[in-house]
C-alpha cells in the first residue's frame, strides 16, 4: 500500500532521533563517521539516502539498511508522481512476458 505524503529520511532523523534527545548534526556526522555537510544535505532533504549511508544509518540509529532505502524510495516515488507528465507513455502489448 503506498504511503500518503512519506517522509523525506532526513526529516524522519530529524523528528524521531535529533530533536527528541538533544542530538546535535554534527555528533551524529561524528558517530556516522561522515563530514557534517554530508549529513547535513541528507537531513535538509537536498540529498537521498545512499546504500552506505543507509548501512551507517542502520549500525549508528537501529532499523534495517533495506528499510532506510525504502523510506527513500517511497519518498523519492512520491514525489515523482507529482511532476512526471505520463501522458506521452503508451503501454506495451506483449505476446510473451
Given amino acids: 500500500m503506498a504511503m500518503h505524503n512519506p517522509p523525506h529520511p532526513g526529516a524522519f532523523i530529524q523528528e524521531v532521533y535529533l530533536a527528541p534527545n538533544g542530538i546535535s548534526c554534527r555528533e551524529l556526522a561524528f558517530k556516522l563517521g561522515v563530514a557534517a555537510s554530508t549529513l547535513n544535505r541528507v537531513l535538509n532533504e537536498g ?5 552506505e549511508m543507509a548501512l551507517r544509518l ?4 537501529g532499523r534495517s ?5 525504502t523510506m527513500q524510495d517511497n519518498y523519492d516515488l512520491w514525489q515523482a508522481k507529482k511532476t512526471v507528465d505520463l501522458n506521452k507513455v503508451h503501454k506495451i502489448e506483449f505476446k510473451h512476458a
Fill in 47 to 51: 540529498s537521498g539516502v545512499s546504500p
Fill in 58 to 61: 542502520s549500525k549508528a540509529l
Fill in 65 to 69: 539498511p533495506e528499510s532506510w532505502l
